[in-house]
Nanobody, 122 residues
């Protein structure tokens, strides 16, 4: 089992940057694929990015490719989401999630954090 805590959200102007962190507890962090999802008001939760256990492979939603970068530091049990060139439509609550395997478009992680708010002003 793994517990996840997000941080780093806030208010930023369009074109700006934020870096989100997802800190995990538990002894087997390196056994989990970690991902980020976001949920805007009135919308369903959507996949943003994921990174495999070793960090060797990453996956992104089309809407964030070229702007967001996911990375992980297994020694620190932390995953990061660097968000650049932010747009007002990126405004949402961002959730960190974990699962033993990544299954593509149907991925439904087992463990979730509480979320951190990101607001991008125009």
């Amino acid at each position: 089992q793994v517990q996840l805590v997000e941080s780093g959200g806030g208010l930023v102007q369009a074109g700006g940057s934020l870096r989100l962190s997802c800190a995990a507890s538990g002894r087997t962090f390196e056994n989990y694929v970690i991902g980020w999802f976001h949920q805007a008001p009135g919308k369903v939760r959507e996949f943003v990015a994921a990174i495999t256990r070793s960090g060797g492979s990453t996956f992104y939603a089309d809407s964030v490719k070229g702007r967001f970068t996911i990375s992980r530091d297994n020694a620190k049990k932390t995953v990061y989401l660097q968000m650049n060139s932010l747009k007002p439509e990126d405004t949402a609550v961002y959730y960190c999630a974990a699962a033993r395997y990544y299954t593509g478009s149907s991925w439904s992680p087992d463990y979730w954090g509480q979320g951190t708010q990101v607001t991008v002003s125009s």
